[in-house]
């Protein structure tokens, strides 16, 4: 581990937040940012989407710091301040699904080596949420785990299905998988796609937040996924679908108005999670937990009770199933 930048000014974190620079087994760079190292009710690991970076969840690790928890978050690798695996440095790439779990692997392996406040807990938005998902299949070391808009499938018509399949295993074949998906470019979301039409959020100001970290630091940004990481992701999801949902407390939190990730699959997984609950909200869009005030506050306070009734005070003991947490409301 060697110290890395953190943009401390961009993230509006907790005071002390802290970064750090990480090897993955095949050598890849990483980076890992903390913030409120000493929170005395647990850790939350959280897991990103794609085009996203550590300063992006400053505000989402200040509001955990209020509830006693310390945040660790990952840039995995091809994005963010981490190693970039095309020339062009723009495409969300990666060569396999599992690669990402390599990047989990040094991310615990650090949570253990700062002595990170136990238990752990897992927070994972969209693309986060499919490589969190087979994490815990997996057996990542947390008490439970909550998802927001998991990619636990991608969201397109029935009709572009089977063209997508296609096109992005063609690709390989033709040495063209580095190429961007149809309709994508090397531009960032935010920066391009005026706020009255985005699939993000309903806070102008969070949308402004945004899109102020990429104009002040644009290497942070990504633009469409490669036609590799398309046919990637299309594979890990419909694995993923086919297995079982582990035996673990779980929360997921999905807008009413979801555009981005397969609403049926997250539907479909959560009606048969085990002890797992779904909390829908009402108009709310692809980035749930970077709404309006009222909206963050509502949800980081449910996941806080979440973290809480599952975690540090039964840590010993069984945990009471999230449908149970939800009626304490």
């Known amino acids: 581990m060697h110290e890395a930048p953190l943009l401390a000014d961009l993230a509006e974190g907790p005071e002390g937040g802290a970064a750090w620079w990480l090897t993955a087994a095949d050598g890849v760079r990483i980076r890992i940012g903390a913030w409120n190292r000493a929170g005395p009710r647990g850790t939350v690991l959280l897991f990103p989407g794609r085009t996203e970076y550590i300063e992006k969840y400053g505000r989402a690790a200040a509001d955990l710091a209020a509830c006693g928890y310390a945040t660790l978050v990952i840039d995995w690798r ?6 970039r695996l095309l020339d062009d440095p723009m495409p969300g790439h990666v060569h396999h699904f599992a690669d990402y779990q390599l990047d989990v692997a040094a991310m615990t392996d650090a949570a253990r080596r700062l002595d990170l406040p136990r238990p752990w807990h897992l927070l994972a938005h969209s693309m986060g949420g499919g490589i969190g998902l087979r ?3 997996l057996g990542l070391d947390v008490q439970d785990c909550a998802f927001s808009s998991p990619m636990w499938g991608i969201r397109m018509a029935d009709a572009l299905r089977p063209v997508a399949w296609s096109l992005s295993w063609s690709s390989r074949q033709l040495g ?3 190429f961007y998906a149809p309709g994508t470019a090397g531009e960032h979301y935010v920066l391009t796609e005026p706020f009255e039409t985005n699939k993000l959020t309903n ?3 969070m949308y402004d937040y945004m899109a102020r970290q990429l104009r002040a630091h644009p290497e942070l940004g990504l633009g469409g ?3 590799r990481w398309l046919h990637e992701a299309l594979r890990e999801t419909r694995d993923l679908a086919r297995r079982p949902s582990p035996d673990l407390p779980c929360l997921t939190i999905l807008g009413s108005d979801e555009q981005i990730v397969d609403v049926p699959r997250v539907l479909e997984r959560m009606a048969r999670w085990p002890g797992g609950h779904l909390e829908m909200v009402e108009g709310g869009r692809h980035e749930t937990l970077m709404d309006t005030p009222e909206t963050r506050a509502r ?7 979440f973290y809480g009734r599952s975690g540090s005070a039964n840590a010993t003991r069984p945990a009471p199933p999230a449908s149970a947490v939800l009626q304490a409301r």
Do not use: K
């Open 176 to 178: 063209m998988s580095h």
């Open 78 to 83: 091809g994005q963010g301040l981490s190693d």
């Open 203 to 205: 806070d102008p100001e």
């Open 299 to 305: 949800l980081f306070t449910l996941l806080c009770r």
């Open 225 to 227: 996924p490669s036609l």
């Open 135 to 137: 994490a815990v299949m």
